[in-house]
């Protein structure tokens, strides 16, 4: 296994289903920008307020080899491991599919993710048990709380503005350095102050 964070803003991702395990998808999806197509005949009241809302595009019907035609990701989240068995066989070898319930029969699995803001934490046992992965999930978020939002955000701009900055290596290391002060974690005030301080310095 390789891991890696996929940029999906603006791709298309196709998932094949229309239960729960299909929404949580698509949910994960939608917060990553991609521009989600469902494939299913039959769909949770969740996924048909979605395409009543224009988030996602719902195709009634059952999966076919055409409906993966400039797809970047696939999901196959059927209740039917026969079903799940074809979309990996039609999308082909290039797409990246992921199979929900088997999971060896796609090119990639999802780890359990934690997000807050900028900052995504993923865990994965390789399959030994999605329980625990979802266990020290929880014990990410519990360690790493809203406030680390905000502060990507805030580390996310500086670094940005300092890429502007005609300056020193060594002088631009030390801002990022002091950035990583435990004292801007919890403290938008502190935050902004760093930022105004860093405003007049790069013009």
Not at 25 to 30: A, V
Not at 43 to 59: C, F, G, P, Y
Not at 83 to 100: C, D, K
């Amino acid at each position: 296994m390789y891991p890696i964070v996929l940029e999906l803003k603006g791709k298309q991702a196709v998932v094949v289903g229309g239960g729960t395990v299909a929404f949580r998808k698509i949910q994960g999806l939608l917060e990553a920008g991609a521009f989600v197509q469902v494939i299913s005949p039959e769909a949770t009241d969740e996924i048909k307020s979605l395409h009543a809302a224009n988030k996602v595009m719902w195709k009634q019907k059952k999966a076919e080899p055409v409906d993966y035609e400039g797809a970047f990701i696939i999901f196959a989240a059927t209740n039917d491991p026969v079903a799940n068995q074809e979309v990996v066989r039609y999308a082909g070898p290039s797409r990246l599919v992921n199979v929900v319930d088997q999971p060896t029969l796609g090119s990639f699995t999802v780890p359990a993710v934690a997000r807050r803001g900028r900052l995504v934490l993923s865990v994965s046992t390789g399959g030994a048990s999605p329980i625990l992965a979802k266990r020290i999930r929880n014990d990410l978020l519990a360690a790493y709380p809203e406030d680390y939002a905000a502060y990507t955000e805030f580390l996310f701009y500086c670094r940005e503005k300092l890429k502007k900055w005609k300056a020193s290596p060594d002088e631009k290391q030390k801002l990022l350095h002091e950035m990583l002060d435990e004292q801007y974690i919890r403290s938008v005030e502190k935050q902004q102050a760093f930022i105004d301080t860093l405003d007049q310095k790069v013009t």
